[in-house]
């Protein structure tokens, strides 16, 4: 007797660990089942997957969706929402909300509101303080906990440990990767006065190459003082690379996709303060060393540090002007833009939204397109042409910087656990997410 699936997605091309294949997924109890020919086997549903490339499911792991807080630009529903849209089907979020999520209380309380208006997966970060260093061995325990953010450099929010002591604390408490945001906090007070009455040209100038090579060499000697392992997130400059491969061992760095395609002077002539974000798109020249991280297998994880604010906010004189901007929904047809390019294959691109995430952070049954692993999969036509558009974005923010891009790829349905929750442009069903389980 043949055995009955909850779902056969059929007729697609896979890209499984081997490489890519024509196979159909079977799926039951929300994880794959079978890879095969399953064209007789019963299923309670079927998907025709015919011209689609079919992917280990995305995960994003940097975004901001501002629940608790100000959930007048976003919150986990609609941000979960945006997530499903551009085929992601994970995500790790930031602590700095208000209040921040840095006590048991207030994750519990994220969790279960994410339980109940997420449409995918979830996971979420812990914020480090002074007051709680010494309790993140325990506090990283909790339910859907990825690891622990450490902002170095202030941004949004209220969260800055920026005293190396302190820090050292941090980084001496618990096991799980500690995430940091590197930005030198007194190189930033230092230099602002210096470009009081200048434009948003000057937010590179301002938050320089130096500020974020100073801070990440701080960080590396920290984490290696302690042997904890260390995450640096949005790396910006051509500088910081040379430190980050020679502490392979211990650290893993992120960039964006706006690092990977966006650049100054253009960015901030054509957008102005909808460029903004920290740390700073730069010139070409740091770009250009980002895509050399990226073909040279150095960079680890690609993640987008969606960050909306509504477009009156970010119509204000910088630097009043709040920094950050959407990306979770774009991720996917960007970066699938740059494989259309040549810029980086397909397999890199799983490997980095992917399979890199899981093996950093240590995800079960996420990652991978292979038996026994979560039925996570996001599903894309490599040949869909489509442009970004504002009207598309289903963050609350309602733009991106991204209007107007004509994208090569495009993301066409998501499956979170053997649940298609989008498909052809649309939401499916209702929200069900989880949290993600990582191990010890």
Known sequence: MSTAYDLVLHG?????????????????????????????????????????????????????????????????????????LGGVTGFFE????????????????????????????????????????????????GEGVCGIKLFCGSSTGTLLVDKPADQLRVFSSGRKRVACHSEDEARL?????????????????????????????????????????????HVTTAGELPLLEANKDLASFETTPQHLTLAAPECYDRLGTLAQMNPPIRDARHREALWEAVRSGLLDVLATDHAPHTLEEKARPWPQSPSGMPGVQTLVPVMLTHVSDGKLTLERFVDLTSAGPARLFGLRRKGRLAVGFDADLTL??????????????????????????????????????????????????????LPMAFDP
């Not at 159909?24 to 997957?49: H, M, N, Y």
């Not at 959930?71 to 986990?76: A, N």
């Not at 320089?208 to 003082?225: H, P």
């Open 94 to 141: 930031m602590p700095n909300t208000t209040p921040s999520t840095d006590s048991a209380e207030r994750l519990a309380w994220k969790v279960q509101r994410a339980r109940d208006t997420s449409w995918v997966d979830f996971a979420f970060y812990l914020g480090a303080t002074s007051e709680n260093a010494e309790q993140l061995a325990v506090l990283e325990q």
């Open 12 to 84: 697609g091309t896979v890209v499984t660990p081997a490489g890519r294949a024509q196979l159909d997924v079977g799926v039951i109890a929300g994880r794959i089942a079978a890879l095969g020919q399953l064209s007789k086997a019963p299923a309670a549903e079927r998907f025709d997957a015919t011209g689609l490339h079919v992917l280990p499911g995305v995960i994003d792991t940097q975004c901001h969706f501002r629940e608790p807080g100000p959930t007048h630009k976003e919150d986990l529903g609609s941000g979960s929402a945006s997530a499903a």
């Open 189 to 233: 007070k230092e230099r602002k006065p210096l470009f009081e009455g200048q434009s948003v040209h000057a937010h590179p100038q301002w938050r320089d190459e130096e500020c974020a090579v100073k801070s990440t060499a701080s960080i590396l000697q920290l984490a290696r003082q302690a042997n904890r392992k260390v995450h640096v997130l």
């Open 380 to 433: 894309v036509d490599l040949s869909a042409r489509r442009t970004i558009t504002n009207a598309w974005s289903k963050s609350r923010c309602g733009w991106t910087p991204f209007d107007g891009f004509a994208a090569t790829g495009w993301p066409m349905a998501t499956v979170v656990r053997g649940r298609v929750v989008m498909r052809d442009g649309a939401l499916v069903g209702a929200p069900a997410g």
